[in-house]
């Protein structure tokens, strides 16, 4: 289940302190072929606000408020399914890049800069992608309790979460600690990172992302109204909050997390 990632750093308080925050989910991208009519669809559920960035490519940030969340972009090549791309720090895009390949995985897009950094995009053994980054500029880690309308967690959703949690150990330093419930935490020290659990049949692995709400049910609701997909209805994680998954109108995956205070 979720887990408050900006809350769980100050368990550890050395990693308050690393500027790199390697290990670190610092972005989230929206890949789809109609990036105005997509964050139309997330501006209407999340009241998010869209303004362009030039990164020498159209691209779009997203924004809750006076806090960027998210990209947009149009895929860079043909028959790329839309999805949502997790962005990991690294200290270094190439060394990253190479543990990745060494490890199983694939660099589906070598090592670049961009205006605001250096990034990689790569999958891991089973298929599931994600991206390695490195910021021109890092700033302070994210600290407090992700309002409502920000991202909150990632979660691998895949066929054998043990044998591919391993690859994760080895790129980014996480150590996998399985749960009673068939789930695997990946932890850097007292910190969680990130978590997996066994996939749906038929449905390739992948990182699904998690946005904090007020009310599951009412923006399960409201994303329906909206035209989304509803994929698996609000339901309880006992002690932790109430979640649901859905489809976004281009295809991209994404769930609502509400956490029980």
């Given at each position: 289940p979720p887990f408050d990632r900006r809350t769980s750093t100050r368990s550890n308080p050395h990693l308050e302190n690393v500027m790199s925050h390697a290990g670190h989910f610092v972005w989230r991208e929206l890949v789809t072929p109609d990036p105005a009519a997509t964050t139309a669809f997330y501006a209407k559920l999340f009241g998010w606000t869209a303004e362009s960035m030039d990164m020498g490519m159209p691209y779009t940030i997203l924004k809750h408020g006076e806090e960027q969340v998210a990209g947009a972009t149009a895929p860079a090549m043909d028959g790329v399914p839309p999805h949502?791309?997790?962005?990991?720090?690294?200290?270094?895009v190439d060394a990253a890049a190479g543990r990745v390949q060494s490890h199983g995985g694939q660099v589906v897009a070598p090592a670049m800069d961009i205006p605001v950094g250096r990034f990689a995009v790569c999958q891991d053994p089973s298929g599931a992608a994600f991206a390695l980054f490195k910021s021109a500029d890092p700033g302070e880690p994210p600290a407090g309790t992700p309002p409502a309308g920000t991202f909150c967690w990632?979660?691998?959703?895949?066929?054998?979460?043990?044998?591919?949690?391993?690859?994760?150990?080895?790129?980014?330093g996480w150590k996998p600690?399985?749960?009673?419930?068939?789930?695997?935490?990946?932890?850097?020290?007292?910190?969680?990172?990130?978590?997996?659990?066994?996939?749906q049949a038929g449905v390739p692995d992948h990182w699904l992302k998690y946005v904090a709400v007020e009310d599951t049910d009412a923006a399960w609701n409201k994303a329906g109204q909206l035209g989304a997909?509803?994929?698996?209805?609000?339901?309880?994680?006992?002690?932790?909050?109430?979640?649901?998954?859905?489809?976004?109108?281009?295809?991209?995956?994404?769930a609502l997390w509400t956490h029980q205070s």
């Open positions: 949502w791309l997790d962005y990991i720090s690294v200290d270094d990632s979660q691998l959703m895949s066929a054998d979460p043990s044998a591919v949690a391993p690859f994760y150990a080895k790129v980014f600690v399985p749960q009673d419930n068939g789930q695997i935490w990946f932890m850097d020290g007292e910190a969680a990172r990130a978590s997996a659990m066994p996939k997909t509803q994929l698996a209805p609000p339901m309880d994680v006992p002690g932790m909050g109430r979640f649901a998954v859905l489809a976004d109108p281009s295809g991209a995956t994404f």
